[in-house]
Nanobody, 121 residues
Framework: QVQVSESGGGSVQAGGSLRVSCTAS?????MGWFRHAPGKEREGVAG????????RYADSVKGRFTISEDNARNTVSLQMNSLKPEDTAMYYC?????????????????WGQGTQVTVSS
């Protein structure tokens, strides 16, 4: 069973930056970040294929968010810059043993507990 754990997040004013990190145990092929805000549908934010470096981003965060692999095995970070109030959400890290779409939640089978990101105007 793969365990997924997140760290980071918090509160920041609009225009600021935050970083969230995620570690997954076991063998995985890809990791992604999703967010869910009250009253909105869950959204795939960014994803990366482990060891390959291929990434994908939601249009809403392109140019502002960067997902990257850290030196530690199966650890990825999401650097969030130029944050907006509409980025406020619970952010979840997900991992999968399989390839396929990086931004579709149904393609991930292991999930973290989530970390809150709040951006004030």
């Amino acid at each position: 069973q793969v365990q997924v754990s997140e760290s980071g997040g918090g509160s920041v004013q609009a225009g600021g930056s935050l970083r969230v990190s995620c570690t997954a145990s076991g063998y995985i092929r890809k990791m992604g970040w999703f967010r869910h805000a009250p009253g909105k549908e869950r959204e795939g934010v960014a994803g990366i294929f482990i060891g390959a470096g291929n990434t994908r981003y939601a249009d809403s965060v392109k140019g502002r968010f960067t997902i990257s692999e850290d030196n530690a095995r199966n650890t990825v970070s999401l650097q969030m810059n130029s944050l907006k109030p509409e980025d406020t959400a619970m952010y979840y890290c997900a991992a999968s043993k399989y390839l396929g779409s990086l931004l579709e939640a149904g393609n991930y089978n292991f999930w973290g507990q989530g970390t809150q990101v709040t951006v004030s105007s």
